[in-house]
């Protein structure tokens, strides 16, 4: 399995942006309240994220990669209505919080304050030749 997230910000505000990203990530806000939003968040964007034709090939193999033999919606939707606030917390404890993570910067390397970057980790820049090999 696999986190996957992303913020969008100004080049100047990306130091601030991983902040407040790796703030929720190793502090997570419990709001238990919020379950039933998180559900039905979780049901509509499986059952509607269906990709066009032209990206579907490629979907279904990373389905294959990732174990799954039909449409993944089918089996997360049962675990999904018998998830509680506690499984959520428990995931992220056990798989998200202090763990190692790789992020990734697109912008203009001159508008970006990399010093400020170094507190997050090792800063290494590439080139657009090297991104694309």
Do not use: C, W
């Not at 929720?24 to 309240?33: A, G, S």
């Amino acid at each position: 399995s696999y986190f996957f997230g992303n913020v969008g910000t100004q080049n100047e505000k990306a130091s601030d942006a991983i902040g407040l990203y790796l703030k929720l990530i190793n502090e997570m806000p419990q709001v238990p309240e919020r379950m039933g939003t998180i559900k039905d968040y979780i049901h509509k964007s499986l059952l509607t994220n269906k990709p066009s034709f032209r990206y579907a090939s490629q979907v279904y193999e990373s389905y294959k990669l990732l174990g799954f033999k039909e449409d993944p919606a089918k089996t997360i939707v049962p675990t999904v209505d018998k998830m509680s606030f506690d499984d959520i917390i428990r995931f992220n404890v056990e798989n998200l919080k202090g763990k190692p993570i790789a992020i990734g910067i697109v912008g203009d390397p001159r508008a970006i304050d990399l010093k400020s970057l170094e507190k997050y980790g090792k800063v290494n820049r590439l080139s657009v030749s090297e991104l694309f090999k």
